[in-house]
């Protein structure tokens, strides 16, 4: 069954090619989480499974 609701963040494994898709791209550490901001492009933003 479909999700019905859009994603709004990508799931990884390895956010190592996830922080170089954009120059403003950035790694940070919330409540035990990795996760990769832009402010710049919100779409970018991506969480460490």
Do not use: D, E
């Not at 069954?1 to 990884?12: D, E, F, N, Y």
């Not at 390895?14 to 492009?41: D, F, M």
């Amino acid at each position: 069954m479909p999700v019905p609701w859009p994603r709004t963040m990508k799931l990884a494994a390895s956010l190592r090619s996830l922080k170089s898709r954009h120059p403003a791209c950035k790694v940070v550490r919330r409540k035990g989480r990795v996760y990769v901001i832009n402010k710049l492009a919100p779409r970018y933003k991506a969480r460490q499974r």
